[in-house]
């Protein structure tokens, strides 16, 4: 069983939290949300997976592969 999962960034009571898709835990709640990208950053780069961010309102915002990109751009 695979241990990589994609990171997400998202609103958690006021704060932000990382958090790997279908974990039912947080890996960190910062107050900022610079600090959780940067840790999800790292997360998803050690692991090769991808990073999502989201607004406060739950849409995603941005995401970025840190993985296999299976199309990867050409140059």
């Known amino acids: 069983m695979s241990r990589r999962k994609n990171q997400h960034v998202i609103p958690h009571q006021g704060k932000w939290a990382v958090k790997g898709y279908g974990n039912t835990k947080y890996t960190a709640v910062t107050k900022l949300k610079k600090d959780a990208i940067r840790i999800a950053k790292k997360i998803a780069f050690n692991q090769n997976t991808e990073l999502f961010i989201h ?17 990867p751009p050409k140059g």
């Open 55 to 71: 607004k406060r309102n739950g849409v995603i915002t941005n995401r970025n592969s840190y993985g296999k990109d299976p199309f």
